[in-house]
Structures are given as structure tokens and as C-alpha cells.
């Protein structure tokens, strides 16, 4: 093999290794402020190629109770299926006190596990803290 051709094949199988790999893009409410009654949906983005996530959720920190369980199914308020967005919906509750809350969005392995990676030689959990404001 030509020593051009072995840099490509080389570059090609790094690239390939690269695209393989879980990457957690970020979380989002939309509209992150809200009013009583009124409706918003919750998204987390990744790239998740080997089917490591088995389930994501966002639990309200300052009301442990309130879990909403997201999708990737295309169902419900998902609009495609394996796209990688996992979403739910939500509805505020006409009786939620004004304030600023927090949506923990957790993303659970094939094992029941939290997703983890290592940084530096420390294992961390994959997630994110989402603010959202009720008026």
C-alpha cells in the first residue's frame, strides 16, 4: 500500500472511531419562562450512534416528585424518531408559586445506570441543569 493511501485509510478509520462515540449536545426548555397553565417542552440532544441510552428524564429540583419521562419515538411531543432529540412535554400547574426552577435531566445506560464519561481520569456523569422561570 502507497504511503498516501495508508494516511487515508489511517485518517479514515480515526474519523469513523470519532463518529462512533456518544456526544451529549445540550438540553433545552422551550419557552424557558412560563406561566401557570401554559404548555413547554423539554429537549435533550445527542448523538448516541451505539444505542447506549435507555431513558432520559428531567426531574424538577425543588418538587423531586414532578418527573417527566422523555421520548425518542416520534410520539407524543417527539416529531421524529431517531433523530437523537428526546423531548416531553409539560404543562405548569395553575397552582405553581412564581419563581425559578430547575429541570435535572439525567440520561440512564441500557443497565439502569446514569451515563457516565471520563475526564481526566474522573468518571462524571453526562447531564444537565435546565432553569426555568415561572411568572
Not at 448523538?47 to 441510552?53: E, F, R, S
Not at 428531567?58 to 411531543?77: C, F, K, W
Not at 419563581?99 to 457516565?116: A, C, M, Q, S, V
Request: contains cysteine; proline residues 5%.
Amino acid at each position: 500500500m502507497k504511503k498516501g493511501k495508508v494516511v487515508i485509510f489511517v485518517l479514515l478509520m480515526i474519523t469513523g472511531c470519532a463518529a462512533q462515540r456518544f456526544a451529549f449536545i445540550g438540553a433545552e426548555a422551550d419557552p424557558n419562562t412560563v406561566g401557570p397553565g401554559s404548555r413547554g417542552i423539554v429537549r435533550v440532544k445527542f448523538v448516541d450512534p451505539k444505542g447506549l441510552v435507555s431513558k432520559v428524564t428531567a426531574t424538577v429540583r425543588e418538587a423531586p416528585e414532578l418527573i417527566l419521562y422523555l421520548n425518542d419515538r416520534g410520539m407524543e411531543s417527539d416529531e421524529t424518531a431517531g433523530d437523537y432529540i428526546w423531548t416531553s412535554g409539560f404543562e405548569v400547574p395553575y397552582d405553581a408559586p412564581a419563581g425559578r426552577y430547575h429541570l435535572e435531566i439525567e440520561i440512564f445506560d441500557k443497565d439502569g445506570g446514569f451515563l457516565t464519561t471520563v475526564e481526566e481520569g474522573v468518571e462524571k456523569v453526562i447531564g444537565a441543569v435546565i432553569p426555568v422561570v415561572v411568572e
